[in-house]
């Protein structure tokens, strides 16, 4: 999929000139990885083999999607940053295989707190489905749930800033102009501000509140209005260093 999204040099990929415009053995191996992941989720849905089994896979999509569509995500991240900077240096290689080292490993926890949220919690609880028992919530304690899902979601951003933060830090290397480099580094805020949101909710799933599981859940809500008003905030001297270079 990489080969046939390859732009050509010089084009600009979201305000950054291409850079990278072959496919390395690192995006290759990642690539592979995230399909695994993916393949993982789908191994773990029992093929249906009655009617009511049917239905229960059909309610069960809606968390497999969510986990999907991350992975999804994840992966067009990865390609658009290895497009713009077309980095292969041994700390990009460092933070990569840390970066997939943490999606092989929350992928299912990732899925198994997908399920209980969107399942039992917000399908079953809040608008009355009734919902198929896949999970044994037998002694389910959701604080750490939520702890183990804040800190893989806040893992996988942070090794993005990190990839985005060597591509600053690279400018000359690379030789970005003043825009891209702005540019460069807003992408290092907007993926702390995610990053950082995750683990500040963490403190509020243990309040001492039956509230504090829909507090800290909740919370994570404020990923949008924090990188709206991180942007709001930043991308006006970005937008004014692209417009003094194309005067």
Not at 109 to 121: G, H, M, R, S
Not at 195 to 219: D, E, F, K, N, R
Request: one cysteine or more.
């Amino acid at each position: 999929m990489r080969r046939h999204m390859l732009t050509h040099e010089n084009e600009e990929m979201q305000g950054i000139r291409v850079r990278g415009i072959e496919v390395t053995r690192l995006e290759g191996l990642t690539d592979a990885m995230i399909g695994f992941s993916i393949t993982l989720l789908i191994v773990s849905l029992e093929p249906p083999t009655s009617y009511d089994q049917l239905v229960k896979l059909m309610l069960s999509f809606p968390a497999f999607g969510v986990t999907f569509m991350l992975m999804m995500f994840i992966w067009y991240w990865h390609y658009r940053f290895f497009r713009q900077y077309g980095l292969n240096t041994g700390k990009v290689i460092l933070v990569n295989a840390i970066l997939m080292f943490v999606v092989l490993l929350f992928v299912f926890p990732l899925k198994f707190f997908a399920t209980v949220v969107i399942d039992y919690i917000f399908l079953e609880h809040w608008f009355g489905f009734d919902m198929p028992d896949q999970l044994d919530r037998t002694g389910l304690n959701y604080p750490v749930l939520h702890t183990i899902y804040a800190t893989g979601f806040a893992a996988v951003f942070l090794c993005f800033t990190w990839l985005y933060r060597i591509a600053s830090d690279a400018a000359e290397q690379l030789e970005l102009t003043a825009y891209e480099l702005a540019n460069t580094k807003l992408h290092v805020g907007m993926y702390s501000v995610v990053a950082v949101v995750p683990l500040l909710t963490i403190p509020l799933v243990w309040l001492p509140t039956q509230y504090a599981p829909m507090i800290a859940g909740m919370s994570n809500f404020l990923i949008w209005p924090a990188t709206s008003l991180y942007a709001r905030i930043n991308l006006p001297k970005v937008k004014a260093l692209r417009a003094e270079e194309g005067a």
